[in-house]
């Protein structure tokens, strides 16, 4: 087992250390000047969160800015975490560097870097002085950026049922989105680390899913997924001083407020242009309805829409689900 593990580890520097040359060949200027990265400010949490909706309101800023949304499955050469599926999940460790994740972190943060030219790059303002950069990718590797930055965070929390709605719903049973996170979060690493006394109820839970017809197992490995990485948010908002939560019904019930938190948690000076899109993005309208992108919403609604993809039963499901995995007091 061991010579097995430093084979991989290896294979797996190497596999870095090629991605990490055709970076430099690509981005010559990434190595000789330095990265603003101290100016980024990040927007973290699983799609389908509502993370889309805070980027979009904050990033109205009057404050010079440059705002991407989800660079990270866009920058090339590739990020070189796995060669099927989604390439950007990396998996969980908190003690060493995040290496290429944090390269292309830096990347976007650099003020040689052409942003107009990377899908996602929405702002690109003249000397700007705030990198707002909003991700759903790579989560895992947070807590290596963290320690190696301190940079402000907002981590945005939902009820772990509506994100799997929203995540059917918008992309199909198919979706390749966590598929990686799901064997991920299973690692002893990680549930030590974040699950919090309830490892070996996680680790029944799971092996109990891989009996059940492909449908109900991608639906409960994937809740539990988005549980656990929401517990990892928690945990390490409460370890890194620059790091805040906020659960996407705060946004919901009170807008006006939430939006001025968050924006005071990411060093963003609140102003008018940012509350008049919040007060736009609130009206909803017709296409909102039918079109799983809207960022506009009737927030009236949003905290206990109906189920757009799970039935009764499987809502029902879910939730006991998670109830089997939530820590005893």
Request: aromatic share 10%; glycine share 6%.
């Amino acid at each position: 087992m061991a010579a097995r593990t430093m084979i991989l580890t290896m294979f797996n520097l190497t596999k870095e250390g090629r991605w990490a040359a055709k970076f430099r060949a690509k981005y010559p200027y990434a190595d000789r000047e330095p990265s603003e990265s101290g100016k980024l400010r990040l927007i973290l949490g699983v799609g389908r969160s509502g993370t889309s909706w805070v980027s979009k309101v904050l990033s109205k800023t009057t404050e010079p800015s440059r705002f991407f949304s989800e660079p990270l499955f866009h920058i090339h050469p590739q990020l070189p975490y796995r060669e099927r599926g989604d390439h950007t999940a990396i998996g969980y460790n908190g003690s060493s560097d995040a290496g290429p994740l944090l390269a292309a972190y830096q990347l976007v943060a650099h003020r040689q870097f052409d942003g107009a030219g990377l899908p996602g790059g929405e702002r690109n303002d003249a000397g700007w002085k705030i990198c707002l950069v909003k991700e759903v990718h790579a989560l895992l590797g947070t807590e290596a950026v963290l320690r190696a930055w301190k940079v402000p965070v907002v981590f945005i929390l939902r009820d772990p049922v509506y994100i799997l709605d929203s995540l059917f719903a918008a992309q199909t049973l198919e979706t390749i989105y966590l598929d990686h996170e799901v064997l991920a979060v299973q690692e002893k690493e990680f549930l030590d680390r974040f699950a919090g006394g309830t490892q070996e109820a996680v680790r029944k839970a799971l092996a109990d899913n891989a009996r059940w017809p492909r449908r109900r197992r991608v639906m409960l490995d994937k809740v539990i997924c988005v549980q656990l990485l929401q517990r990892m948010f928690s945990a390490l908002a409460v370890e890194f001083p620059r790091a805040r939560t906020f659960a996407y019904e705060e946004f919901c019930e009170r807008p006006m407020d939430t939006f001025q938190a968050a924006a005071r948690a990411l060093s963003i000076p609140w102003d008018e242009t940012m509350a008049a899109c919040l007060q736009e993005s609130m009206r909803g309208d017709a296409d909102a309805a039918s079109n799983p992108y809207a960022v506009l919403r009737n927030t009236a609604v949003q905290k206990n829409r109906e189920f757009k993809f799970l039935s009764p039963e499987e809502t029902a499901l879910c939730r006991s689900t998670l109830e089997a995995i939530a820590p005893r007091s």
